[in-house]
């Protein structure tokens, strides 16, 4: 709140009403994250998303006594800073649900979520003690430096897959091969063998022949 203080002596109501406004306001990016998601690779979303919180946050920690003076531009900018950290925000958890195997799924996004909270819990502290010092521009460039730094690494780290890239990956995890499997989830988006969409088709007939068969019985 005291980042929309208008100076030291205001009401802090006012802020406190402006906080609610700006978050409500971010909602349509909670539901346009998940959209995104279905239509391009959850890597590419969480880099849209760092992307956006750069640019964003360089230009209210560049300007911001200035842009503070001027309220729609201000609460503006930084409605859309806040937009584009629903993308990562949504990506990370996509990601850490998708890429680790069957047998460790559980603990790997655990592992991911307790790292995400732990970061959060020191950006909150020391958030607090910059807000405290009056150093507000500082908290924008703390999380312009932080989010070019997760998008660098989002370029390194993550592989970029489809549902191919997983199902191979997770049969040669199943298989013992986790060298293989590693080297398999970071080879790019892969595609389906022949045989395996032989076997898929094979399935859907038999699953199919087995509904008409029950219809048959249940009709006698």
Not at 38 to 58: D, E, L, P, T, Y
Not at 63 to 69: E, L, Q, R, V
Not at 100 to 110: C, E, I, L, N, R
Not at 141 to 154: D, G, K, N, Q, Y
Request: glycine letters at 8%.
């Amino acid at each position: 709140a005291a980042i929309f203080s208008a100076d030291e002596t205001g009401p802090y109501r006012n802020s406190i009403m402006t906080v609610a406004l700006t978050r409500m306001l971010v909602i349509p990016s909670l539901i346009v994250a998940p959209w995104l998601l279905k239509r391009m690779s959850s890597k590419s979303v969480q880099m849209i998303g760092f992307v956006g919180c750069i640019i964003f946050n360089f230009l209210l920690a560049v300007a911001y006594k200035d842009i503070k003076k001027m309220t729609i531009l201000f609460d503006a900018l930084y409605i859309f800073q806040l937009s584009f950290q629903s993308l990562p925000g949504v990506s990370t958890m996509a990601i850490s649900a998708e890429i680790y195997p069957s047998a460790v799924k559980g603990t790997g996004a655990a592992i991911s979520a307790a790292s995400g909270k732990l970061g959060a819990t020191f950006g909150s502290y020391y958030f607090t003690q910059l807000k405290n010092q009056g150093h507000i521009s500082q908290i924008f460039w703390t999380v312009t430096f932080t989010s070019t730094l997760a998008f660098i690494l989002t370029i390194v780290l993550i592989p970029s897959y489809n549902g191919a890239t997983l199902d191979k990956a997770e049969a040669l995890a199943e298989e013992g091969k986790t060298r293989e499997a590693r080297r398999m989830l970071y080879s790019g988006p892969q595609n389906y063998d022949k045989a395996s969409k032989q076997d898929s088709a094979g399935d859907a007939n038999e699953s199919e022949g087995s509904t008409e068969y029950s219809g048959t019985d249940s009709e006698c």
